[in-house]
């Protein structure tokens, strides 16, 4: 139809007919309709996150942490032996499992065994089983756990507190693939790949002579530090998530969730004890919460930026306190994040356990007088 057929329907539509350029027109809408469609989808992603990759079913989003999956997963198809290092709590053995998920023994055990949690003697026997009568107790062959995880991978953690003693023993096992159980003379062949973790500065200590050079190295084909939660604070989101879907099944609460007011204390919070204190913060949550809603409230003091009072005792401002009374906070606090282990609490403040102990006695002694 010609203009004056279609008489005042057409009059708002007139505009665009008399732009000269009606393609360029149309392109410039097309790109600004593209832009907000990207700038939508952004905010959806920041909404529900979802990572480049997954590893324990948590979407990774930092690239701090996407570093260490992607060398995870580039090591993963080759024997080569790991050693993960990290702070407590970081999620080491989280990434060696992902390793081993992943790698050509998958289909084969995965056995992991904590190092500084043994004495010497029952560690030797756990790793490489033992002989009939070996020692008291003893009534049969037991094979160790090198010998268990046969054609998978074997997890030692904590290996940075292992003694000279089985250092040399572990060593043996890596340079000739072979394990000899306590009580015997003849050796047992074993396939298996190592990977080890330790929070230890294992190059400090073979500076000092705490552990063996030529064992480091045979751990340390190929490192993978796990950076602390502080640095990556991008997955403390979907940490956060996983670990309330966990609470949900565990506990009984199918409609629990995580309330958006929640999101800051998380993301303020330097979370000393790493992802293992971000679990038991969500849990202790979980726990408290009403209507199956976690709010910060709910959360344990220390994230929400206050000072757990002790008892027989007021809080106070910290201008207002002694040099002791901030150290004593401090150790509680740190011993808190790590649900009461002192080995592991030890290590985080960088004093040895006898220094641990003598401090907390001296604050009980403190706290009666």
Known sequence: MDIDSWGQEIAKDLPYFHIADIQGKIRALTNQLRERELELDRRQTQMEPTGRSRVASVEVRSREFQRVVDLAERVAKFDSSVLITGETGVGKEVVARHIHKLSLRCDAPFVAVNCGALPESLLESTLFGHKAGAFTGATKDQPGLFEEAGKGTIFLDEVGDTTPAMQLKLLRVLQEREIMRVGETRPHKVD?????????????????????????????VVEIHVPPLRNRKDDILPLARHFVKKCAAHMGLPALRLDATSLDCLLEYSWPGNVRELENAVEHAAVFCQDSVILPKYFPARILGKREPQEGRKDTDLSRCSLADVERDHIQRVLSAVDGNRTEAAKILGIGEATLYRRLREAQHDDMS
């Open 192 to 220: 298996v790949r190592v990977i080890s973790a330790t929070n230890r500065d294992l190059q400090q200590a073979v500076g000092d002579n705490s552990f063996r050079e030529d064992l480091y190295y045979r751990l340390r």
